[in-house]
């Protein structure tokens, strides 16, 4: 069965560096997730993206996130240069289209900043 | 109440007993899904239901909805130790332009003895 794959599976950095978090959803997908889980707390909305651009975003979703399908199966969640709050587990999810609601999530990467 | 708060916030029974969660959202919905996350590890989708739907069945899950009480229920039965895990409601609220961006609960820890 496809699923959502997410690289790398954790990631540790020091504060202020960039990170790029990878997903690749499933094949023939059209919306796109990214989602956030700090340790302990619930799931959050960061972005959503369909057909090329972001729909949808968060407060917290700020100028220090971008996303991007650099080509036609990649979908990044960069981090321009992380805080020690954005330490959390990442999730991208992925939905088929219109008429089908079901978000498929990948397993996660843990970004732990230092 | 949080949209998506699930209660309770932590339950623990014997295997094959059965495992009862209530979710409890504040705005009008397009649907309410319901995931399972095991320790540390990636959301799985269990099953989604309609806001024009009243229940639906999956294997061992049965979930209800009930739009006039905001709320929905999910009943596992005939519990397995394998079911031990945390469960989260999601709300897919309903507003023109939404692109289906989930609102997630606290979620329900279960812990299932053997």
């Known amino acids: 069965e496809p699923e959502v794959t997410q690289t790398p599976s954790h990631q540790v950095t020091q504060m202020g560096q960039e990170v790029i978090l990878r997903c690749v959803p499933i094949s023939n997908h059209l919306y796109f997730y990214w989602y956030r889980q700090i340790l302990g707390q619930k799931v959050e909305f960061l972005v959503s993206f369909y057909n090329n651009e972001i729909s949808e975003k968060s407060e917290i979703f700020d100028d220090q996130f971008s996303v991007e399908r650099p080509d036609g199966s990649n979908f990044t969640l960069k981090i321009r240069s992380t805080k020690l709050e954005d330490s959390a587990m990442y999730f991208c999810?992925?939905?088929?289209?219109?008429?089908?609601?079901?978000?498929?999530f990948g397993p996660g990467t843990r970004l732990t900043v230092l | 109440s949080q949209q998506g708060e699930e209660d309770p916030q932590a339950l623990s029974i014997q295997e094959g007993e059965n495992a009862t969660m209530n979710c409890s959202y504040k705005?009008?919905?397009?649907?309410l899904q319901w995931y399972r996350q095991n320790s540390g590890r990636g959301l799985v989708h269990l099953i989604l239901i309609r806001s024009n739907e009243r229940e639906k069945h999956s294997g061992r899950l049965r979930v209800t909805l009930d739009t006039s009480k905001k709320s929905s229920s999910l009943l596992i039965t005939a519990s397995r130790a394998a079911d031990t895990a945390s469960y989260f409601c999601?709300?897919?609220?309903?507003?023109?332009?939404?692109?289906?961006?989930?609102?997630f609960g606290k979620g329900t820890k279960l812990s299932v003895k053997p």
């Open positions: 705005t009008s919905i397009n649907n």
């Open positions: 999601a709300t897919d609220v309903f507003y023109g332009g939404s692109q289906g961006n989930l609102i």
């Open positions: 999810a992925s939905r088929p289209g219109l008429g089908t609601d079901t978000q498929y």
